[in-house]
């Protein structure tokens, strides 16, 4: 069992900067390639971000590309999620997962979900 914990979310004014990071802990964290993934009120859950398990590749969705970075820290346990130039169509709910794969496809078939932090960006 991996037990996933998000924090970092906050209300934060058009044109700024947040970072999300991502505790996992229960089994060795480097063997688990991590997501981020958002879900904004009324709409279906967005893939943002994904990272391999030793952090040498990266995926990121179209809509962020740019604006955000994931990255990790094994030695901490950590993945962060670094965002840039935030829009107010960035405001949702941002969810950290865990897995022992990592992809390009997006996908959210992970095994392990935190319980998500909120982000809220204003006009």
């Known amino acids: 069992q991996v037990h996933v914990v998000e924090s970092g979310g906050g209300l934060v004014q058009a044109g700024g900067s947040l970072r999300l990071s991502c505790a996992a802990s229960g089994r060795t964290f480097s063997t688990y390639a991590m997501g981020w993934f958002r879900q904004a009120p009324g709409k279906d859950r967005e893939f943002v971000a994904a990272?391999?398990?030793?952090?040498?590749?990266?995926h990121i969705a179209d809509s962020v590309k740019g604006r955000f970075i994931i990255s990790r820290d094994n030695a901490k346990n950590l993945v962060y999620l670094q965002m840039i130039s935030l829009k107010p169509e960035d405001t949702a709910v941002y969810y950290c997962?865990?897995?022992?794969?990592?992809?390009?496809?997006?996908?959210?078939?992970?095994?392990?979900w935190g319980q998500g932090t909120q982000v809220t960006v204003s006009s």
């Open positions: 990272i391999s398990r030793g952090g040498g590749s990266t």
């Open positions: 997962a865990a897995r022992n794969y990592f992809d390009y496809t997006g996908g959210s078939n992970y095994d392990y």
